[in-house]
Nanobody
Framework: QVRLVESGGGLVQAGGSLRLSCVVS????????MGWYRQAPGKQRELVAT???????NYADSVKGRFTTSRDNAKNTVYLQMNSLKPEDTAVYYC????????????????WGQGTQVTVSS
């Protein structure tokens, strides 16, 4: 059973910062790409940032220069540092991990965390 648990969300004023963490646990051989997505009320879930096993990153245009994602492979953890937060960043943030079901499998299964609320007040 694979489990992703996010933490670090909360209420912050515009211009402030938050750091999200996501720990992956369970029966896993390795973790491929990891990422962060968010969903605001009434909107579809959207990609925020992704990071590969060698720490290559990709960001949504709306967060470039403000958000930074990183990972600690030894701890099976991915982070999202969010600076200069804006009210439009308010959403539930979800962690994603692509994990093979077996040691030598080329298949990747998407796993999701339960989400953590980020609220930015103006």
């Amino acid at each position: 059973q694979v489990r992703l648990v996010e933490s670090g969300g909360g209420l912050v004023q515009a211009g402030g910062s938050l750091r999200l963490s996501c720990v992956v646990s369970g029966s896993i051989f390795s973790i491929d790409a990891m990422g962060w997505y968010r969903q605001a009320p009434g909107k579809q879930r959207e990609l925020v940032a992704t990071i590969t096993t060698d720490s290559s990153t990709n960001y949504a245009d709306s967060v470039k220069g403000r958000f930074t994602t990183s990972r600690d492979n030894a701890k099976n953890t991915v982070y999202l540092q969010m600076n200069s937060l804006k009210p439009e960043d308010t959403a539930v943030y979800y962690c994603n991990a692509k994990i093979p079901p077996a040691r030598w499998s080329s298949v990747r299964i998407d796993y999701w965390g339960q989400g953590t609320q980020v609220t930015v007040s103006s």
